[in-house]
């Protein structure tokens, strides 16, 4: 069974940065594709950044060009850099990871707040 552990949220002043990891862990798997999603109160929980295993990446148009997704294979773990943060920014955040032949998991959400 894969496991996700998030870290990185926190509270942090408009213009700001932030760094969020997901770390996979379990026995057995290689991972496919790895995402960030994030919901806001009374908002559907939306996808905003993906990377592949061949690591092509794909995002949200509200946070392209201030977010970098990457991932490092050896550590099974998947990052979101955060910069130029905006209130409308705060959200749960919470990671995705597909592995090949295995369901997609959910880590369990960080907040990340942004104030004005």
């Known amino acids: 069974q894969v496991q996700l552990a998030e870290s990185g949220g926190g509270l942090v002043q408009a213009g700001g940065s932030l760094r969020l990891s997901c770390a996979a862990s379990?026995?057995?798997?290689?991972?496919?594709?790895m995402g960030w999603y994030r919901q806001a109160p009374g908002k559907q929980r939306e996808l905003i950044a993906a990377?592949?295993?061949?690591?092509?990446?794909t995002y949200a148009d509200s946070v392209k060009g201030r977010f970098t997704i990457s991932r490092d294979n050896a550590k099974n773990t998947v990052y979101l850099q955060m910069n130029s943060l905006k209130p409308d920014d705060t959200a749960v955040y919470y990671c995705?990871?597909?592995?090949?032949?295995?369901?997609?998991?959910w880590g369990q959400g960080t907040q990340v707040t942004v104030s004005s």
């Open positions: 995705n990871v597909k592995p090949f032949g295995r369901t997609a998991v």
């Open positions: 990377i592949t295993s061949g690591g092509t990446t």
């Open positions: 379990g026995s057995g798997f290689s991972i496919n594709l």
